[in-house]
Each structure stands twice: as structure tokens, then as C-alpha cells.
């Protein structure tokens, strides 16, 4: 069975937009672990707008407690700054089973691109070797058809992590062939190398089972925004309904 990762950003972006302590990242968690999820996956940014350093150090605990892995993803090269240690630093105070390694600039609205290893290869290289050498496995996240994918294994990197934006945005558009062939044949590249493969990005209810059958010996998938979106739904009208009985008089 490929792993289902959740990532729970979003929790923390409703927390924070009242700057209290619910939802609670945590209990939050703890319901996915509950519900059978495999891990958690939290992606804490340098202007801490979601995931807070303190929150990979809660998960890290439940996770440990849990006996299942946290996938902490971020950019190895953005700077420290005032509550944001870098990543590095988080890795080695959380220790996660895996660390997903993500290009992604300051003030991004959210990840949508993978690396270039022409460009990015060398200086990749001492950072995937400081985080093997806190004990965590390394995923690289790359764009379907990205040139020379082997190089990730070349670098240190057990896995690679297919960025899924774009095929999610052709499935949407009814169109998904193009881009599932270049997922898949990524992923075949990558497993010659020896890599294990990773996917995620837009993934949801829609397109996931489409995109599991079509990836070789997909591992894991992390799915964070439509999940907690789809959660919303299905939650909702219970959730109207203990309102309303606590209002009957
Ligand atoms: C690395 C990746 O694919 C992203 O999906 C990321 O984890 C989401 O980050 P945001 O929740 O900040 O959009
Ligand atoms: N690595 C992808 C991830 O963690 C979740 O992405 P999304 O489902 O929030 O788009």
C-alpha cells in the first residue's frame, strides 16, 4: 500500500489567523494517526505563516509516541531568521525520519517547483549529507521530466518527491494523460537509479487513485490542502447539528 503522509499546514494556518492555540496542530495530528494515516508531513516556512518551530517539536514527540514518521519538508539554502532556525537546525532538534527538500523562494505562496540539478546539484550535495548524518532519510522534490534525475541518487538522496501541481491542474482540466506518462516515467528513471519515489502537491479525491495506479511502486504520497479542505465537508453538517442541540432548550 502506498503511505499516506497528512500534512497539516493548513490546521496551523487557521490557528494562527486567531493567534490562539485552536484548532491544535497536535490534537489535529493525532486524529490523522487515529484515522490510520501513516505519518505527518509539515513544511514550516521562513515567515512562519503556518508550521512554527515549536509545532515540529510537538509532532516530532506524537510522531515518536506513535511509532510513525514525520516528514519535515523546507529549503535547506533560505537563512535563519527570528523564529525560523533553518532547516537544518529543525532537523536536527526533530529528528524526522524524512526530510523533503524543497526549492521553494521566500514569500512563495506555496511550492511550486522542483530542482534544477544543473544548477543546484553541488551545493545540494553538504546538505544532504548534514541530514543523513542526523540519522534522516532524504527526498529530493523535483518537476515530472526534470533532466537527469539519477544525479539526486549520484548526490546522497534515497528518494525523490514528484512534484504533482501540474498534473492535478491537467486532471482538473480533463486532460491528465501527458502528465501522469511523465510522472510515471520520471519515477521509472528514478528507480533505475535506485531511488525510492515520493509524491505530492494537489493531490486529492479526485485524481489520487488515477495517479497511484499509473506510478510504479509509488512509497508515499503527503496530501495536505484538499484533505483538509475535503475534512471541512465532511465534517460540517455534524458539526451544525451538536450546535443546534446545545441551543435546544
Ligand atoms: C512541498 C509541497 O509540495 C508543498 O505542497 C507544501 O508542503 C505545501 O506547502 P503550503 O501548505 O505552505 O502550501
Ligand atoms: N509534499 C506535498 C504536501 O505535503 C502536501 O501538498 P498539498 O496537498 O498541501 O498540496
Redesign the pocket.
Known amino acids: 500500500m502506498v503511505a499516506l503522509?497528512v500534512?497539516v499546514?493548513?490546521i496551523a494556518v487557521l490557528r494562527n489567523s486567531r493567534g490562539g492555540a485552536d484548532p491544535d496542530v497536535v490534537r489535529a495530528a493525532r486524529a490523522c494517526l487515529d484515522a490510520g494515516a501513516h505519518g505527518i508531513?509539515v513544511?514550516p516556512r521562513p515567515d512562519a505563516r503556518h508550521i512554527r518551530a515549536d509545532d515540529v517539536t510537538a509532532l516530532a514527540a506524537l510522531t515518536r509516541d506513535y511509532g510513525v514518521e514525520l516528514n519535515l519538508?523546507g529549503n535547506p539554502f533560505a537563512p535563519p531568521r527570528s523564529g525560523y532556525p533553518g532547516f537544518a537546525q529543525l532537523c536536527a532538534q526533530a529528528r524526522p525520519a524524512q526530510a523533503?527538500l524543497v526549492p521553494d523562494g521566500d514569500g512563495q505562496l506555496?511550492?511550486d517547483h522542483g530542482f534544477d540539478f544543473g544548477r543546484d546539484a553541488e551545493k545540494l550535495r553538504p546538505r544532504i549529507a548534514e541530514l543523513k548524518a542526523l540519522g534522516c532519510r532524504v527526498s529530493l522534490f523535483v518537476d515530472a521530466g526534470v533532466a537527469d534525475v539519477a544525479r539526486a541518487a549520484e548526490l546522497g538522496a534515497d528518494r525523490i518527491?514528484l512534484y504533482t501541481g501540474p498534473y492535478a491542474e491537467a486532471h482538473a482540466r480533463g486532460d491528465a494523460a501527458a502528465a501522469l506518462a511523465a510522472c510515471a516515467a520520471t519515477a521509472r528513471q528514478a528507480q533505475a537509479a535506485g531511488l525510492g519515489v515520493n509524491a505530492?502537491?494537489?493531490?486529492n479525491q479526485q485524481n489520487l487513485r488515477e495517479f497511484a495506479a499509473a506510478i510504479p511502486n509509488l512509497l508515499e504520497v503527503?496530501?495536505?490542502?484538499?484533505?483538509i479542505g475535503e475534512a471541512l465537508y465532511a465534517g460540517l453538517a455534524d458539526t451544525v447539528k451538536a450546535y443546534l442541540r446545545l441551543l435546544k432548550g
Do not use: P
Open positions: 503522509s500534512n499546514n493548513k508531513t513544511h519538508e523533503t506555496t511550492s518527491e505530492g502537491h494537489d493531490l503527503s496530501i495536505g490542502h484538499a484533505l
